[in-house]
């Protein structure tokens, strides 16, 4: 099992900037990639970022250039550096771990509310 908590939320302006931090605990041995997702109120829920193991990174085509996600693998902590917030970047966003093996399994956390305002 593994478990994710994340935090870093809040309201902020447009323009302005948050970093969104995510530690993982438990079976993290196993965990593949770690991604970051976001849900806005009446839309579903899609990918922002993934890092994979070799540290192997993709975005979303709505956030490239301006979010980075990147890891401490000693603290088991990923992080997503938000510049230059959009109002349309308001969500809740969830940390996910993903494990391939010895079974597929996907981790979420309980997601951290961010809002841009304009």
């Known amino acids: 099992q593994v478990q994710l908590v994340e935090s870093g939320g809040g309201l902020v302006q447009a323009g302005g900037s948050l970093r969104l931090s995510c530690a993982a605990s438990g079976s993290t041995f196993n965990i593949n990639a770690m991604s970051w997702y976001r849900q806005a109120p009446a839309k579903q829920r899609e990918l922002v970022a993934r890092i994979r193991q070799g540290g192997f990174t993709n975005y979303a085509d709505s956030v490239k250039g301006r979010f980075t996600i990147s890891r401490a693998n000693a603290e088991n902590t990923v992080y997503l550096q938000m510049n230059s917030l959009k109002p349309e970047d308001t969500a809740v966003y969830y940390c996910?771990?993903?494990?391939?093996?010895?079974?597929?399994?996907?981790?979420w956390g309980k997601g951290t509310l961010v809002t841009v305002s304009s």
């Open positions: 996910n771990a993903f494990q391939l093996l010895p079974t597929n399994m996907d981790y």
